[in-house]
């Protein structure tokens, strides 16, 4: 079964109203999961933002069906081993529906706006990795850890209490470079998410993580394939013209366009191409009634 899930810009104006009305219409309507960025801003303008941890220890106590995570927490925001700690208490929380995302981090001026350092990219690099290392040993390990990163270490250091699920939560890398990225997911990750990619794009860096991940003594199957992409959706050709005529003519990304029939057909053109989980990005956070006919429209096709 293709997983169908959304994915929420928390720096779009996310406020606790909107939060508890998208949760309550994804457990509702039979979407597979809601995952969300963390930023404390994309501006200019700034919006409204909530913390993402926070508002996914509310997502722990307020749902009971979906998986939830971060798409993608930046290493360079917290030190990882308080990430680490947070992302399992989460998961024990909600009963194992918690999935970490990790990331480089790459918005400049909100670092600058928090006083945040923004480090080149070969140093955000390693942060990862460390972060990646780190969280792998506190989740795995039944004993006290002395490890020494190039950014971060431990000594002594032992999670508790234990994760419930063994092996703590899911690590999710996102990101699309051949070079870093699939290499560390074929380290590390339980599920690697492609970022606003064609069909073509997502399919050859398949084809190259399976390679990866045999080189690392894995199999394919060991980690979960997913995408992230926006969706504009509207339930009659007249609603979509009018919603694709108020898309940024200079925003060239990727995005699924269409009625129920054809986001259908897109999404499953990216199955074959060997995508697991779809997070949908939905951008009007008020459109509560859009997500229920998106539903309607899209969810039976591929979720039994």
């Known amino acids: 079964m293709t997983q169908i899930g959304l994915m929420i810009e928390g720096q779009w104006g996310l406020t606790w109203e909107r939060w508890r009305r998208l949760l309550r219409a994804a457990e509702d309507y039979g979407y597979q999961c809601v995952f969300r960025s963390d930023h404390y801003t994309i501006g200019p303008p700034d919006q409204e933002s909530l913390e993402t941890f926070i508002s996914l220890t509310y997502a722990a106590t307020q749902t009971q069906r979906i998986e939830f995570g971060t798409l993608v927490a930046p290493t360079t925001f917290r030190h990882p081993a308080m990430t680490a700690r947070m992302a399992a208490g989460i998961d024990d929380l909600s009963g194992g529906r918690m999935v970490l995302g990790l990331g480089t981090g790459w918005h400049e001026r909100e670092h600058t706006q928090f006083g945040v350092p923004f480090h080149d990219m070969k140093t955000r690099f390693e942060m990862l990795e460390d972060a990646l290392e780190l969280t792998t040993r ?35 890398i996102g990101g699309n470079g051949m070079k870093k990225t699939l290499p560390l997911v074929a380290k590390y990750a339980d599920e690697w998410n492609a970022v606003h990619r064609g069909v073509e794009e997502v399919k050859e860096r398949n084809i190259l993580l399976d390679e990866l991940l045999k080189q690392n ?62 997070m949908l990005m939905w951008a009007e956070q008020d459109d509560i009634g859009g997500l229920e006919k998106m539903a309607r429209d899209v969810l039976p096709h591929f979720h039994t």
């Open 217 to 278: 003594g894995r199999k394919p199957a060991d980690v979960k394939r997913s995408l992230m992409i926006e969706v504009v959706y509207g339930e009659t050709d007249e609603e979509l013209e009018a919603k694709r005529a108020r898309i940024n003519p200079d925003d060239h990304r990727n995005r699924l366009i269409g009625t129920g029939s054809a986001i259908v057909d897109y999404i499953s053109q990216y199955v074959e191409a060997g995508v697991e989980r779809v």
């Open 138 to 172: 506190l989740y795995k390990s039944d004993e006290p850890i002395d490890w020494v990163g190039k950014h971060y270490w431990l000594k002594e250091a032992i999670l508790l209490p234990r994760p419930h699920r063994p092996g703590g939560p899911s690590i999710l």
